[in-house]
C-alpha cells in the first residue's frame, strides 16, 4: 500500500536512553517532516527535509537529530532521553509547495520516557 | 506571535444537522489554509485546502469558507453521522515556506 510508515508504533524507555524511529514513505514526494503532538493534543513542526536538505528546524534541542538517507526515509534520533519528550511523534511528507497539496501523516509513535 | 485558535475543544451534534467549526487566526497572513480529521491513535488525514484569494470550496459533504479580513475560516459538514466524529484541525501556510501551522484542534462528536 503507498502511504508513509512509522516504525515503531510504541516505544518505551527510561530517562536518558537514546532512541530512534523510522519514518518511510513510497508517495514520491520530496518533502518530509516530523511534528511532535503533545498531551493536549497539539501537533507542532519540529524538522523538515525537501530532497534530504534540511529546510525547517525549529526551536528543537539538540538531543533530537534527523537524518535522511534518501527522499524517501526521515528518521529521528533522540539521545539522552527526558521525561518531557513523552509525546506521539508523527511524520509526513508531501509534494513540494505544500500550498497545492495536503500533508500524508503516518500513524504515529507514541514515546514514553519513564 | 502567531496564535491560531479553533472556536471549541469539543462539539456536539446532533446527527443530520449541519456541524460548523471555526478556526481563527492573529498575528499572521497566511496564503492558503488546510483542514484535517485526525481519529484515535491515527495520524491527522487531508481533507481540505482553500488559497486566500478563494472564498469557498465544497467537497461532497464538506465545505470550507476563508475570510482573510476576519481572519477566519469555517469548515462546514452537512448531513452530520455518527462517522463523522473525529477531532479537526486546521494548517495555515505560506509560499514558499514547507511548513504547516496546526490549530488546537476540535473534538466533533455526532450523536446518533
Known amino acids: 500500500d503507498t502511504a508513509v510508515s512509522q516504525t515503531p508504533k510504541y516505544l518505551v524507555t527510561q530517562m536518558g536512553n537514546d532512541k530512534s524511529i523510522k519514518c518511510e514513505q513510497n508517495?514520491?514526494?520530496?518533502?518530509m517532516y516530523w511534528y511532535k503532538q503533545d498531551s493536549k493534543k497539539f501537533l507542532k513542526i519540529m524538522f523538515s527535509?525537501?530532497?534530504?536538505?534540511?529546510?525547517i528546524n525549529e526551536t528543537v534541542p539538540n538531543r533530537f537529530s534527523p537524518k535522511s538517507p534518501d527522499k524517501a526515509h526521515l528518521n529521528l534520533h533522540i539521545n539522552s532521553l527526558e521525561l518531557g519528550d513523552s509525546a506521539v511523534y508523527f511524520c509526513?511528507?508531501?509534494?513540494?509547495?505544500?500550498?497545492?497539496?495536503?500533508?500524508?501523516f503516518g500513524s504515529g509513535t507514541r514515546l514514553t520516557v519513564v | 506571535s502567531q496564535k491560531i485558535e479553533q472556536n471549541s475543544e469539543a462539539l456536539n451534534i446532533q446527527e443530520g444537522k449541519t456541524a460548523t467549526l471555526t478556526c481563527n487566526y492573529t498575528?499572521?497572513?497566511?496564503?492558503?489554509l488546510q483542514w484535517y480529521r485526525q481519529d484515535p491513535g491515527r495520524g491527522p488525514v487531508f481533507l481540505l485546502l482553500?488559497?486566500?484569494?478563494?472564498k469557498e470550496k465544497r467537497k461532497e459533504r464538506l465545505k470550507v469558507t476563508f475570510d482573510t479580513t476576519l481572519k477566519q475560516s469555517l469548515f462546514h459538514i452537512t448531513a452530520s453521522q455518527p462517522a463523522d466524529s473525529a477531532t479537526y484541525l486546521c494548517?495555515?501556510?505560506?509560499?514558499?515556506?514547507?511548513?504547516?501551522?496546526f490549530g488546537t484542534g476540535t473534538r466533533l462528536t455526532i450523536i446518533p
Open positions: 494548517a495555515l501556510g505560506n509560499f514558499g515556506n514547507e511548513k504547516l501551522t
Open positions: 527535509y525537501n530532497n534530504k536538505e534540511l529546510i
Open positions: 509526513a511528507s508531501s509534494r513540494t509547495g505544500a500550498y497545492s497539496y495536503g500533508y500524508t
Open positions: 508517495l514520491g514526494h520530496d518533502t
Open positions: 482553500i488559497r486566500e484569494n478563494e
Open positions: 498575528n499572521y497572513s497566511p496564503a492558503y
